[in-house]
């Protein structure tokens, strides 16, 4: 079936270091989407991308849609410990949205 | 802030009990979702809706029933709740649109406990 694949389970920066996080589909979407789960929270929608090659930014956010529509990444440049959370993607294909696993982002002490 | 409400927020509940989850959204839409998350993991999708009298399993087999009578209300019930059961279940909707698909709205969740 179909399938969104996201990379790195976890990452591990110091505070003030960049982050990213990939997502590859099997198919080709319609969109992606990316939410945001903080410790003990739910996911909170951050973006949608629909565009071939579209890039999107928010502050130290850049969010990324691949050519061919089946890859998409996030990164944040200069983290800090706001941004500690899970980052999912989700892909629409089919009128449905799959997710991917997410990515942990954890800042070292 | 989405308008997307789950009671009970947390529930202990011992094996073999009946138990219903209530989800509620004030935004008019028309499309609902039931999610399983143990904590920090992947989403589950177990029942979604694309509005009344609609009801659709998701890819996560679940023992779970759910039904949709109102636009604004998607309870979830467990006839016979299990330790296996035990996990955060999430409640999300969106907008129906037959060509794309719409950012989710999630409730804050219930955190269930089968002992």
């Known amino acids: 079936g179909q399938q969104v694949m996201q990379i790195p389970q976890y990452q591990h920066v110091q505070e003030g270091e960049d982050f990213t996080t990939y997502c590859n589909s099997s198919?080709?979407?319609?969109?992606i989407q990316w939410y945001k789960q903080r410790p003990g929270g739910h996911p909170v929608f951050l973006i949608q991308?629909?565009?071939s090659g579209e890039v999107k930014k928010q502050k130290r956010l850049t969010f990324q849609f691949g050519e061919a529509k089946k890859n998409s990444s996030l990164h944040i440049t200069a983290t800090q410990t706001t941004d500690v959370g899970t980052y999912f993607c989700?892909?629409?294909?089919?009128?449905?949205?799959?997710w991917g696993a997410g990515t942990k982002l954890i800042i070292k002490p | 802030e989405a308008d997307i409400y789950q009671t009970p927020r947390y529930l202990v509940i011992g094996t073999g009990k009946k138990i219903t989850l209530e989800c509620s959204q004030t935004m008019g839409h028309d499309k609902m979702y039931w999610y399983q998350q143990d904590p920090g993991m992947e989403l589950h999708l177990i029942h979604y809706?694309?509005?009344?009298?609609?009801?659709e399993k998701g890819d996560l087999s679940s023992e779970s029933t759910v039904s949709r009578i109102r636009t604004e209300h998607f309870p979830l019930t467990l006839e016979s709740a299990r330790p296996s059961h035990t996990s955060q279940y999430l409640c999300?909707?969106?907008?129906?649109?037959?060509?794309?698909?719409?950012?989710?709205?999630f409730g804050p969740g219930t955190r269930l406990t089968v002992t």
């Open positions: 198919t080709t979407l319609s969109n």
């Open positions: 991308l629909v565009k």
């Open positions: 989700a892909g629409g294909s089919n009128y449905q949205l799959i």
């Open positions: 809706s694309y509005g009344v009298n609609s009801t």
């Open positions: 999300a909707s969106s907008w129906n649109n037959p060509f794309s698909s719409y950012e989710q709205y």
